[in-house]
T-cell receptor
Framework: NAGVTQTPKFQVLKTGQSMTLQCAQD?????MYWYRQDPGMGLRLIYY???????DKGEVPNGYNVSRLNKREFSLRLESAAPSQTSVYFC????????????FGSGTQLSVL | AQSVTQLGSHVSVSEGALVLLRCNYS??????LFWYVQYPNQGLQLLLK??????LVKGINGFEAEFKKSETSFHLTKPSAHMSDAAEYFC???????????FGTGTRLQVFP
């Protein structure tokens, strides 16, 4: 029962470097999400994908790009990392629909120096 | 726009005491409301949700929440706190006609022996 798998778990970047956070789910879910968690600010939605082939901006999309590679995988890319992007990133998935619960991965702790 | 306000970033209770975590929402359409819990170094897990029907909803681990439309509230309660309840709790609202889930800033619950 893997559920939602995120890689890597930890990453340190220098300002200006790029990287891609990977997320995969094995529950045949339609919707996938990327959130960032910062102290005192809760979870903020970066991007989400309601179904394969579609993506939409969330609350804080600037500085990020996403790819819904197929139904299972949803990646988050930082093209030019900035210290303000230091955060814990969570991927989540759901069957689809407003009333469905989200299943979360265990998170990626990213530090940008 | 939909939003969630959690009153109190930290709540401390003694073991066996009542737990009350407050959540107020703003929504232009009938809301779907959720409480999630996050244990240290883990992703979030669903505690309970309100979609339609009965306004008092019961969740896992003895938690329950009551949807009060007139007060735009969805407070989380548990009659008797246990040490294992120490965690961070997030209220969330599902927005409009999309699958976006907007989270509050979280309440950290401490339980003292």
């Amino acid at each position: 029962n893997a559920g939602v798998t995120q890689t890597p778990k930890f990453q340190v970047l220098k300002t200006g470097q790029s990287m891609t956070l990977q997320c995969a789910q094995d529950m045949n879910h339609n919707s996938m999400y990327w959130y960032r968690q910062d102290p005192g600010m809760g979870l903020r939605l970066i991007y989400y994908s309601a179904s394969e082939g579609t993506t939409d901006k969330g609350e804080v999309p600037n500085g990020y790009n996403v790819s819904r590679l197929n139904k299972r995988e949803f990646s988050l890319r930082l093209e030019s990392a900035a210290p303000s992007q230091t955060s814990v990133y969570f991927c989540a998935s759901s069957v689809q629909g407003r009333n469905e619960k989200l299943f979360f991965g265990s998170g990626t702790q990213l530090s940008v120096l | 726009a939909q939003s969630v306000t959690q009153l109190g970033s930290h709540v401390s209770v003694s073991e066996g005491a009542l737990v009350l975590l407050r959540c107020n929402y703003s929504s232009s359409v009938p809301p779907y409301l959720f409480w999630y819990v996050q244990y240290p170094n883990q992703g979030l897990q669903l505690l309970l949700k309100y979609t339609t029907g009965a306004t008092l909803v019961k969740g896992i681990n003895g938690f329950e929440a009551e949807f009060k439309k007139s007060e735009t509230s969805f407070h989380l309660t548990k009659p008797s706190a246990h040490m294992s309840d120490a965690a961070e709790y997030f209220c969330a609202v599902s927005t409009g006609n999309t699958d976006k889930l907007i989270f509050g800033t979280g309440t950290r619950l401490q339980v003292f022996p």
